[in-house]
């Protein structure tokens, strides 16, 4: 009988170790010989002097001078008692023989983790005849082995430790059936082995060790003894949530980071969205850009990103690969961002990077296939027929309108035939595609104790809807860590270069517009520019439209790309146990440029300002480049000390400056007189006669302390501060102060509940602080001129004021108050989180007007008051949590309520407001207003649709019903906010297969449906009129007398203007993620394909949207359902 072959996934071809790493040979004896240079100098550093102390004493002195951590058991060190050793300058094996003579237990190192373990006690050969041997592997919920967990059997001594792939190998006495696997930070599990040779165990983490270290980016702080409001974000997480964007994985699991939804921009891979955690703080000071429905409202809310303690733009987030994430962590409250001073009161993103271990090199790739299908379904537009339909049922081709009856009719029947003989275009078609895209991303790492490496290599290449959409990604990561005696060096460089292209197809909106009964191409073949001919100069028949698809088989450009390098090196020295001093330095430097360019032929340039003369103006080629550099350096101390077993204190002292630089330079040419000309040189003129430019350039320096007391493990306070200056604010007023004081009581630690198994985890917090905000422009406190360029006289240029400075300009101020309390019950079974805060922000930045007769209109001034409350709410629950049958499944969800209220405003907003409610039109206001939500929605309210005219009746200010809409009678109705925003989750897991579902909800906010407005009323333009239109417009606008009907007289083309018919209460649900993952087993890897880790993954993200109210979404691009495969390698 032939004996089986066993092959590798990948064949035969690569079996062997050597074959397999050809791949990195250059980068391994690079650093092999490096690491060998240094490895003379490890482990000889230990010195200790110590007389009968406990052996956790020791421990706390060896991670003190070295970079060793431990792994016990509890049992493992009563076991020991106390010892005495004096030793210098030795390696950390002489240390532990000198420790563990003559004691019970031995020990392993594993890379720099020594296990500490009991000794195998000698079994008499009777027993041992009848003892069953048992196997298996231990591994983390990810399925990650995990190393050195200890397996011991229940009642005894006898035990041993998992090897580097999780993997075990035990004999237990007869007499014995349970076994207990424990691992430090994680819940110890007893399994029963009656009947079993084989087991397999996941631990999971314990809620009592899991996120003990809370990182902000300065300071490290331990979670049991800190006041800050905060959510830790793993690397596990991160991949349960989502496969795409960073941004959108931590709004998954954390609604408080609310992520704006974009019904203009959809999936446009190439917006930036607007983001905010607890609500909005500052003020537009151009009121007028909130009536902007496709605008980001302001980047002055925009949350502060803070990368390995350097600060990153919310594109770099955007655009970096997860799979070079550790931990990411929110601060929310004053207690977290207090030592961010000026920077903290919109909350700071901090995220920490994964970082190499000790050992043999390591290979990691994750792939993926990344497909986008657009999504249509908020789309109820009308076929040919009911378009025909429609234009009859509004007398467009009546002679009531038009008495060229004759040219109406030919029209009416030229459409007719096109509706029989089956022409019905489907118009959204046309400008999208199912987008076809691909991830990949590569790390090497490895080294020594003392010498550490990784090199990461990443590409994200997305493919969107629409065709010629595209954003491509390339980055490059360079780690090293060396380590001398007491001195720790880092660097770490990144390169990444990124490539964004617009769809040349324009506006999807173009397209839902389009009549169906029109075709794109003429009976040749041959793309159309015009879509219908005048058929007669009277208002009531159709205007020549144009072709959406013309434009598109034009030569365009409209792309964008940018490199950016950041450079982050840091050198810590560890004085004592107790004292280390860390600084580091960063710079970060970007250069962007954007083209754009449009031929004569394109339909923009149909218009009178391009005839005649103007007419070799035709064309334009806009070209804007910009530059970016800032630095930023930081000097830390640390100091930690445990007195009398009970008092812990923690101290830290940090200074820090930075310096930011950006420009940009634009210029637009005119008139090209070929269509290939896309060069910017090549233009007859340039707009405005010259290029423009922007500048700003800022510095700021802090001085930051943190102080925490710990009295026993169970009560804590917290102080934090800083002193910080910055350029942007009036010379009178540079400098000021932030802080933060917290309090907490660890109820769980109590000696009344410190054995209670229902009640695992009871914490309480308390925190109030005051924290500020810069998000502004770098002069807004200076006198700025601009000089009239090309006009001067004898030489001399004059100049004129842009903006009048303020001195007292001072700082915007958020105080905050947050109160929480942190639950686990039943071993971790049930976990709830529950925060209260309430935010004020004082002295907010707005305009002040000034006499006409001076000048100038306005200056800038501190005036204004904004207020947000809310509450925020976290629990999970494990439904199974059965290790025997490796099962598990949890449900989760979180909530997040705020409330936003304008408390006080300037004279300026206020007259800018007063403008605003008289202007006519079919889009709501939005207004700061004394009183209301920065969202509030200002519409005249309506009573609805008279039955008998069909026409709508509306309500005055005084109460009367009237049939005239004034701006007047313009009042607060609803906030375009949701009362409550969440997330639900789910997690089943059964053996290696692991299903995670991702659900957001928004429930009783109010949105202005525009879709009503311009799709289904307001067709008081040619181009709506004959174009296509949302299917009420044809089934429930009224008709006739008696109809009761929410639309008014189909045959009314007047404009439809602001009114609270349009403004709907929402309720939406939608599935964000849906992914399914496969591990394969790690031992059956290990010995037939000498892998550490195989695992494969389907991910479906933007599944299904469910609302309330229909309108629709993704009107300049389409939203998309996207979905990935991915294979995880480790080797």
Same mark, same amino acid.
């Given at each position: 009988?032939?004996?089986?072959?066993?092959?590798?996934?990948?064949?035969?071809?690569?079996?062997? #170790?050597?074959?397999?790493? $050809?791949?990195? *040979?250059? !980068?391994?004896?690079?650093?092999?010989?490096?690491?060998?240079? !240094? /490895?003379?100098?490890?482990?000889?550093?230990?010195?200790i002097n110590k007389q009968n102390v406990p052996f956790e004493e020791i421990v706390r002195e060896v991670e003190a001078q070295t970079d060793y951590s431990f792994m016990y058991s509890t049992e493992t060190v009563q076991s020991i008692g106390k010892v005495s050793v004096n030793v210098t300058n030795v390696s950390i094996k002489r240390l532990m023989d000198a420790v563990l003579i003559g004691k019970p237990c031995t020990y392993q190192i594993e890379g720099k983790v020594v296990i500490i373990k009991i000794k195998e006690q000698p079994v008499q050969d009777t027993i041992r005849q009848k003892a069953v041997k048992i196997k298996g592997v231990v591994t983390e919920a990810d399925g990650l082995p995990l190393i050195g967990a200890t397996v011991v059997v229940k009642g005894t001594s006898v035990g041993v430790v998992t090897n580097a792939t999780g993997n075990f190998e035990l004999e237990v006495p007869a007499d014995h059936d349970l076994v207990v696997v424990s691992f430090i930070g994680k819940t110890s599990q007893e399994v029963r082995i009656t009947g079993k040779t084989e087991i397999n165990v996941v631990l999971q983490d314990d809620v009592q060790s899991i996120d003990q270290v809370v990182v902000t980016g300065i300071f490290n702080k331990s979670r049991e003894s800190y006041t800050g409001a905060v959510k830790t974000i793993s690397a596990s997480d991160l991949k349960a949530s989502g496969n795409r964007s960073i941004l959108s994985q931590i709004s998954n699991i954390d609604p408080s980071f609310n992520i704006a939804d974009n019904i203009e921009f959809g999936s446009d891979p190439n917006q930036l969205p607007d983001i905010t955690i607890r609500g909005r703080t500052s003020m537009d000071v151009n009121?007028?850009?909130?009536?902007?429905?496709? /605008?980001v409202k302001s980047t002055a809310n925009l949350p502060l990103f803070i990368m390995d303690g350097f600060e990153v733009s919310l594109q770099r987030v955007m655009d970096m690969d997860d799979e070079l994430v550790e931990t990411i962590t929110l601060l929310k409250d004053a207690s977290a961002t207090a030592m961010y001073g000026a920077r903290g009161a919109n909350g700071v993103v901090v995220i920490t990077l994964k970082r190499p271990e000790a050992g043999k090199l390591r290979v990691s790739y994750r792939g993926s296939v990344n497909i986008e299908a657009p999504d249509f379904t908020s789309y109820n537009l009308m076929n040919a027929r009911e378009k025909l339909d429609y234009e009859v049922a509004a007398g467009m081709l009546d002679d009531k309108y038009n008495p060229n009856n004759q040219n109406l009719m030919e029209l009416y029947n030229r459409r007719? *035939?096109?509706?029989?003989?089956?022409?019905?275009t489907y118009w959204l078609k046309y400008p999208v595609k199912t987008g076809v895209g691909n991830r990949h991303s590569l790390r090497v790492d490895g080294g020594s104790d003392n010498f550490k490496y990784a090199i990461g290599l990443s590409y994200n290449n997305i493919n969107g809807v629409m065709k010629g959409s595209s954003r491509n990604t390339l980055s490059g990561n360079l780690y090293f860590q060396y380590e001398l005696k007491n001195l720790k060096f880092q660097n770490d460089l990144t390169i990444s270069y990124n490539k964004n292209k617009n769809s040349p197809y324009g506006s999807f909106s173009e397209y839902s517009l389009a009549n169906p009964i029109y075709t794109p191409y003429d009976d040749e073949g041959h793309i159309k520019k015009q879509l219908v001919e005048t058929i007669s100069q009277t208002s009531r028949t159709p205007d020549p439209a144009g072709n959406p698809l013309y434009n598109a088989s034009l030569p365009s450009r409209d792309d964008g790309s940018y490199t950016n390098i950041q450079n982050n090196f840091a050198i810590e020295w560890k004085i004592t146990s107790d004292l280390f001093v860390r600084g580091n330095f960063g710079f970060t430097k970007q250069d962007s440029r954007t083209d754009k360019y449009l031929s004569r032929e394109h339909t923009s340039f149909d218009t009178d300002e391009y005839k005649g003369e103007n007419s070799n103006m035709k064309g334009s080629y806009t070209y804007t480049t910009s530059?970016?550099?800032?630095?930023? +350096?930081?000097?830390?101390?640390?100091?930690?000390? *445990?007195?009398?077993?009970?008092?812990?204190?923690?101290?830290g002292l940090s200074a820090n400056l930075a310096e930011d630089k950006d420009e940009s330079y634009s210029v637009t040419g005119r008139g090209f007189s070929s269509l290939n000309m896309k060069n910017l040189g090549m233009a007859g003129a340039y707009a $405005?006669?010259? #290029?423009?430019?922007?500048?700003?350039?800022?510095?700021? $320096? +802090?001085? *930051?302390?943190?102080?925490?007391?710990?009295?026993?493990?169970r009560y804590f306070v917290d102080f934090s501060g800083k002193i910080e200056g910055s350029s942007k604010f009036g010379s009178n007023d540079r400098t000021a102060p932030f802080f933060s004081a917290g309090l907490g009581w660890n109820v769980h630690n109590e000696n009344f509940l410190s054995s209670s198994n229902a009640i695992n985890l009871l914490r309480f917090r308390f925190s109030y602080g005051t924290i500020g905000s810069q998000n502004f422009s770098s002069y807004q406190a200076l006198t700025t001129y601009r000089y009239f360029g090309q006009e001067n006289y004898k030489y001399w240029n004059g100049a004129y004021m842009l903006g009048m400075g303020n001195p007292d300009l001072s700082w915007q101020k958020t105080k905050q108050l947050n109160l929480g309390v942190e639950t686990s019950l039943f071993n971790g079974l049930v976990r709830l989180n529950v925060d209260y805060y309430n935010k004020l922000t004082e002295d907010l930045l707005t305009d002040i007007n000034l006499p006409t007769a001076g000048g100038f209109s306005s200056y800038k001034a501190n005036v204004g008051e904004v207020r947000n409350r809310g509450i925020e709410l976290d629990a999970n629950v494990?439904?199974?949590?059965?290790?025997? /049958?490796?099962?598990?499944?949890? !449900?989760g969800g979180n909530l997040a309520h705020n409330v936003n209220k304008i408390l006080k405003i300037s004279n300026a907003l206020e007259f800018l407001n007063s403008e605003l409610l008289d202007e006519a039109g079919p889009n709501p206001s939005f207004l700061y207003q004394e009183g209301q939500s920065m969202n509030t929605i200002f519409v005249v309210r309506s009573l609805g649709i008279d039955p008998a005219t069909g026409s709508e009746l509306f309500l005055n200010k005084d109460g009367e019903r009237v049939y005239t809409w004034d701006p007047k009678d313009k009042v607060p109705f609803g906030v375009n906010e949701p009362k409550v925003r969440g997330n639900l989750r789910t997690m089943f897991r059964w053996r290696d297969i692991t299903l995670n579902a991702t659900f957001s909800y928004r429930l009783g906010g109010h949105i202005y449906n525009q879709t009503l407005v311009d799709k289904v009323e307001n067709t008081t333009t040619a181009a709506k009129r004959w174009g296509n239109l949302d299917k009420r417009a044809l089934y429930d606008r009224w008709q006739n007398e008696g109809d009761v009907t929410k639309f008014k007289n189909i045959k009314d083309f007047n404009t439809t203007n602001a009114s609270s018919r349009f403004v709907m209460k929402e309720?939406?649900? /939608?599935?964000?993620?849906?992914?399914?993952?496969?591990?394969?087993?790690?031992?059956? $890897?290990?010995?037939?394909c000498r892998l550490d880790y195989l695992a494969i993954g389907f991910y479906a993200e933007d599944v299904f949207y469910l609302s309330t109210v229909k309108q629709e979404r993704g009107l300049s691009y389409p939203f998309a359902r996207k979905f990935s495969v991915s294979l995880s390698v480790r080797f």
């Open positions: 009988m032939k004996k089986k072959r066993q092959e590798c996934l990948w064949g035969n071809r690569i079996s062997s #170790p050597r074959a397999r790493c $050809l791949l990195v *040979i250059v !980068v391994l004896c690079f650093f092999s010989l490096f690491s060998s240079q !240094v /490895s003379a100098q490890e482990n000889r550093n230990i010195s009121v007028r850009n909130l009536q902007e429905e496709s /605008s007719l *035939i096109e509706v029989e003989r089956g022409v019905n530059y970016m550099f800032s630095y930023e +350096g930081n000097l830390t101390v640390n100091y930690t000390k *445990i007195f009398n077993k009970v008092h812990q204190l923690y101290a $405005l006669g010259k #290029p423009t430019s922007t500048e700003a350039h800022s510095r700021r $320096l +802090g001085l *930051i302390f943190n102080v925490n007391y710990t009295y026993d493990r494990f439904l199974i949590r059965n290790s025997e /049958s490796h099962i598990m499944w949890s !449900v309720n939406a649900l /939608s599935l964000n993620t849906l992914n399914v993952n496969y591990e394969f087993d790690t031992e059956w $890897l290990k010995r037939h």
